[in-house]
Structures are given as C-alpha cells and as structure tokens.
C-alpha cells in the first residue's frame, strides 16, 4: 500500500482520502445502517482508498498464494464500489468515478477453463471499472522501469570508490 505507484505511474502523487478510507473500513455500516443488503452488512471492506486525477481508487491487495475466481472479484468489485458510491453522494458528490484495482499472485482459477475467452476477466470486471494487476508483473515493470536508474547507480558507486581511494 505504501507504493501504489507500481500500479501506476501517475498515482505518485495520488492523494489519500484518510477519512473516507476510515469510513469504508469501520465506520460505513454504522453511517448507512437502514440502507445497506444484508451482503453489504456482513462483508469487510479490508481495502486502500487514493484519489487521483479526479478518480477514486480502490486497490485490494490479495494474498500472494490467495485462489479468487473472476465472479468473486466482481461481486466484490460491486460492493466496493456500491459502499463508496453512497458514501460520496451523501457527501454530496454527484456521479463520482470509482475504480477499483485488485492485485493478485496469480491469476482467478476460471480463468483455466478453456471454454471462456481469453479477455474473459477484462470484459467482466472493464463492467465496473474494474481490473487485475499481478504482484509478479509489477516487480518485473519496476525493475525494467528503473533499471536505468540502478545501471548509473552502480556507476555512481564505482566512481564514488575510485575518488575515496585517491582521497
């Protein structure tokens, strides 16, 4: 949670909506008893909450060896997005934008049914504006991202050494 911007770059400087994330995890029940499903009562919202770019942003973050099916990620996709949408409109926010990004180890286990199409997942969850990154493919961009970064930090290092020595 402390490097959102491995999900994307523009998030760096994503504001935190400390209230509003504090509200969603404890408090939403208690503000929004009489209108809540009985699903929106008994499920946790164990989430982090970020503004960006005008968008509200919901990341959950699996467990790395953690089995989800792509319907599982869609009904809680849903009751994410349905949680904060009342909250922002009772705030008095018309049509907020809400996405929400789950980030896996591994990919939904349907998806190894050979009968769904290949971009099953994206076309369930593009719905809700929704989406999956993998914890894998973020380190693997991070690195690719930054490698030029680490080459001249070696570099640097190595030039640093020299200097030390004829000091």
């Known amino acids: 949670f402390d490097h959102l911007w491995l999900l994307d770059a ?3 400087r994503a504001t935190e909506g400390q209230v509003i994330e504090q509200n969603l995890k404890r408090d939403f029940p208690e503000h929004f008893a009489d209108e809540l499903t009985i699903k929106e009562k008994a499920g946790r919202v164990d989430i982090k909450y970020r503004t960006a770019a005008g968008a509200h942003i919901i990341v959950e973050l699996k ?9 599982e990620l869609e009904e809680q ?4 997005k ?5 909250l922002l409109t009772q705030q008095g926010e018309t049509n907020p934008q809400i996405r929400v990004v789950f980030v896996l180890g591994k990919a939904p286990s349907d998806l190894q049914n050979a009968a769904l199409p290949k971009d099953y997942a994206t076309r369930k969850l ?3 504006d929704a989406s999956i990154s993998y914890y894998d493919s973020l380190i693997t961009n991070a690195i690719a991202a930054y490698q030029d970064y680490f080459d001249a930090s070696a570099k ?3 030039i640093d050494a020299v200097l030390k020595q004829l000091a």
């Open 10 to 12: 523009s998030w760096e």
């Open 63 to 71: 467990r790395y060896k953690r089995e989800v099916t792509v319907a």
């Open 77 to 80: 996709g849903i009751k994410y």
């Open 82 to 86: 349905s949680a904060l949408y009342k």
């Open 126 to 128: 593009g719905i809700l």
């Open 156 to 158: 640097r290092d190595k």
